[in-house]
């Protein structure tokens, strides 16, 4: 078991930019593949990016390249997400997942933080 507790989220304006962290106790972090992903009120939640546990495989979902990345610190159990150019679009609550395999499937992941709004103005 790990839980996942995710910060950093706020109210920013269209162009600015976000961190995203996540930090995870219990069983050991590097063992998991982590996930960011999102969701929008009466919408299904969505994958936005993820981590494999020591690799540095990455994969975002197409309309965050270039501007969104994800990275993990294994020494601190912690999982980012720096966000850039943020459009209003981009606003949702954000959540941190594990896997103990490698998938961009929401249904793979068995662990989720609570989840941390960010509200992009335009």
């Known amino acids: 078991q790990v839980q996942l507790v995710e910060s950093g989220g706020g109210l920013v304006q269209a162009g600015g930019s976000l961190r995203l962290s996540c930090v995870a106790s219990?069983?050991?972090?590097?063992?998991?593949?982590m996930g960011w992903f999102r969701q929008v009120p009466g919408k299904e939640r969505e994958f936005v990016a993820a981590?494999?546990?020591?690799?540095?495989?990455?994969d975002y979902v197409d309309s965050v390249k270039g501007r969104f990345t994800i990275s993990r610190d294994n020494a601190k159990n912690t999982l980012f997400l720096q966000m850039n150019s943020l459009k209003p679009e981009n606003t949702a609550v954000y959540y941190c997942?594990?896997?103990?395999?490698?998938?961009?499937?929401?249904?793979?992941?068995?662990?989720w933080g609570q989840g941390t709004q960010v509200t992009v103005s335009s």
């Open positions: 219990g069983r050991t972090f590097s063992y998991y593949t």
């Open positions: 997942a594990g896997h103990g395999g490698y998938s961009i499937r929401t249904n793979a992941y068995n662990y």
């Open positions: 981590i494999s546990r020591s690799d540095g495989r990455t």
